[in-house]
């Protein structure tokens, strides 16, 4: 089975400092990842995915993310930190085999702190 | 920018009664989902639907859960009779495409609360 673990369920950065969120997977198969981020009351919004094409991924609003197959890891990361990147960030595995469904990771709270 | 809508931002029901939650997806998407996540736990996918059937559906939708796209714009997630457990956020989403490598794009969400 198909499966993602994010490894902090909260990170605390002061602005300015790099952001690391880390997430490893489970699959048999050839994942495709994405990071989802949701701000208070808003959707789910796409930051960055990989589908096998390179294995850095560059997203929007500086992140960006690593797949790393030898360590089944897919780390979220940006160089600096903005007090509006505070929001819940989830890492998703789609499955392979023609399904529709994404499996979520429990999602990292971050705190941007001045 | 094209977004996925949903409405009510927050639905109060009583236990028993049936709920039908609404989101209205990109205009040009053909796939539709519906995810929820029950507080403090992980987001859960319940159902696809593509070409005016599901697709795929979760163990979690059973009998008491339906799904409709009532005309050309709406999608509906009908709970039947509501339990205290189906409080949850609801989300819905759109992808132009199926597949392993489709884009979905979601909703703000549903909050459900069931007394």
């Known amino acids: 089975a198909q499966s993602v673990t994010q490894l902090d369920s909260h990170v605390s950065v002061s602005e300015g400092t790099p952001v690391l969120l880390r997430c490893n997977y489970s699959?048999?198969?050839?994942?495709?990842l994405f990071w989802y981020v949701q701000h208070p009351n808003k959707g789910l919004q796409l930051l960055l995915k990989?589908?096998?094409?390179?294995?850095l991924v560059k997203g929007i609003n500086g992140f960006e993310a690593e797949f790393k197959k030898s360590e089944t890891s897919f780390h979220l990361t940006k160089p600096s930190a903005h007090m509006s990147d505070a929001a819940e960030y989830f890492c998703?595995?789609?499955?392979?085999?023609?399904?529709?469904?994404?499996?979520f990771g429990a999602g990292t709270r971050l705190a941007v702190h001045p | 920018e094209p977004e996925v809508t949903q409405t009510p931002s927050h639905q109060v029901t009583q236990m028993g009664q049936e709920v039908i939650l609404r989101c209205v997806p990109i205009?040009?998407?053909?796939?539709f989902y519906w995810y929820r996540q029950i507080l403090g736990q992980k987001v859960e996918f319940l159902v696809s639907?593509?070409?005016?059937?599901?697709?795929?559906k979760s163990e979690i939708f059973d009998d008491q859960f339906s799904v409709e796209r009532p005309d050309g714009s709406n999608f509906t997630l009908k709970i039947r009779s509501t339990k205290l457990e189906d409080s949850a956020m609801y989300f819905c989403?759109?992808?132009?495409?199926?597949?392993?490598?489709?884009?979905?794009?979601f909703g703000a969400g549903t909050r459900l609360s069931v007394l």
């Open positions: 989403a759109s992808s132009e495409a199926g597949g392993q490598l489709a884009i979905q794009y």
């Open positions: 699959s048999s198969y050839s994942p495709s």
């Open positions: 990989y589908t096998s094409a390179a294995t």
């Open positions: 998703v595995v789609s499955p392979s085999g023609g399904y529709n469904k994404l499996i």
């Open positions: 205009s040009n998407h053909l796939y």
């Open positions: 639907f593509y070409n005016n059937e599901i697709s795929e």
